[in-house]
């Protein structure tokens, strides 16, 4: 026979609200106690019922496991600032880079431009001189009166 699912809500009798407490803390407290035996965890268990009792469990010294935990949770938080903090250099560096390349391209083209300059005011002034010789080489017609 299979249990129906039960829907975890608040239970409204006190009484029953205190029992159910009692047992599931023993559970968690038996399970914590196997779960540090079958995998040589260390573990660190702190319960406060409803009126404010404090339950603990721990495999060893609970001073020795909070430390640690202190010191791990620094490490990961320091550890996240300064990736928190990388992000706005990263956007930063790629709008850099964006800049860069643009100004690289707009060299590019300006020598490009001021080495073909010249050859680009050469010709109409070649042109120009080359229509000048050639009224210069016309011969003259010499019938022609004004």
């Known amino acids: 026979m299979v249990r129906g699912k039960t829907q975890l809500r608040r239970l409204e009798n006190a009484t029953s609200r205190q029992v159910t407490f009692s ?20 573990i660190a268990l ?20 909070l430390d640690r935990y202190r010191g791990q949770a620094k490490e990961r938080t320091s550890g996240s600032v300064i990736e928190h903090d990388k992000q706005p250099c990263r956007y930063e560096a790629a709008n850099m880079v964006k800049k860069m390349e643009h100004l ?27 229509r000048q010789s050639f009224a210069l080489d016309a011969p003259e017609d010499e019938g022609e009166t004004v």
């Not at 047992?23 to 260390?42: I, T, Y």
């Open 23 to 42: 047992k599931r803390r023993n559970g968690l407290l038996k399970k914590a106690f196997e779960l540090s035996v079958l995998c040589d965890a260390d």
């Open 46 to 65: 702190i319960i406060f019922s409803a009126r404010g009792k404090l339950y603990e469990f721990a495999t060893s010294s609970m001073q020795e496991i």
């Open 104 to 130: 690289e391209s707009s060299i590019c083209y300006n020598i490009s431009y001021h080495l073909l300059l010249p050859r680009k005011l050469a010709y109409p002034v070649n042109i120009l001189m080359s």
